[in-house]
């Protein structure tokens, strides 16, 4: 399968934090930095996510915003 | 100022295409990933994007994805 | 690999308009619905996309909103 | 009213999941498709949304990536 | 109809910039903000949108970042 | 810093709701208008947000819909 999102970082889960419908789930990325995507609690159950399982973060191109100095 | 954007990744623009609408700007993050953000072409223009331009990504926590293996 | 997208739709490619860094393309879906879905000019051309071309469309939950009669 | 947004589909809602400010709600599209949107907590009760009520989920163009075969 | 996005914000159109698949649209809002919307061109010809068009501008929560001093 | 983002428009916040993962942010634009933002609950702590905060509200123009009489 190949995705049209432009931006996909391979990683490592640290930490989920669950809600009642939402969850944000913290990925050290292979790069080194820290992300946190904001999924919906059901996704987090159905990929199994937890501390230290591998996943790829997935980012449309006109999410992204870019600031200069 | 503080945003309450979770992600923020500092890199280099190595190319802008731009439309009459919109722009593709390509980002090399510091961490090695290449990334692609569309914004605006009337924000390339403040930003004065172009290809050596410092910038930070900024990426909302609810536009990221997750897959797992 | 398995997405936290809830949202998957299968579906054939009915037309493709690029621009030069967007482009928007039409998508009749296999419950008989047509979307458009606007990515970038390079995912298209990544995607190899055009009149025919099976796809799934894919969205993310927060990214949908609800109207009631 | 017309809404800039190429993407409307009828549906009924199937179940609502609220949390403090955020809900998912699951719908049943006439096409047959299920879809999960996330809501506010305060959308769903402005809507009084609940299991059967009929609505429209509404889905902006560059909110929807695709993924070929 | 009553929509879910919690932000609607009424306005007239002061100029509509047309690429092949996207338009960048400027509106004055009434409580005296300009805004730029990225919608497809496509929506652009169906709503008939010009400079005095008068339109509602629509925000999904999930959308907005907050930035503090 | 400069950001891309096209929109930008100070206000004060008037409430928080927050839920474990996801928050919801009420603020009174200076052109008058409420607008609720969804952000995460790490974001509401990290920019220390309780009513009266002074805030800008940032907005992605390809998240903005249209929508026309």
Redesign the interface.
């Known amino acids: 399968?190949?995705?049209?999102?432009?931006?996909?970082?391979p990683g490592t889960v640290t930490s989920v934090?669950?809600?009642?419908?939402?969850?944000?789930?913290k990925?050290r990325?292979?790069?080194?930095?820290d992300?946190?995507?904001?999924?919906?609690?059901?996704?987090?159950e159905?990929?199994?996510?937890h501390a230290d399982?591998?996943?790829?973060?997935?980012?449309?191109?006109?999410?992204?915003?870019?600031?200069?100095?």
Chains 1, 2, 3, 4, 5, 6 share one sequence.
């Open positions: 399968m190949t995705l049209s999102m432009r931006n996909q970082f934090t669950a809600g009642e419908a939402m969850a944000s789930v990925v990325l292979a790069g080194g930095q992300i946190t995507a904001a999924i919906t609690a059901d996704a987090v159905d990929l199994g996510l399982t591998s996943v790829v973060a997935l980012i449309k191109s006109p999410e992204i915003s870019l600031a200069s100095a």
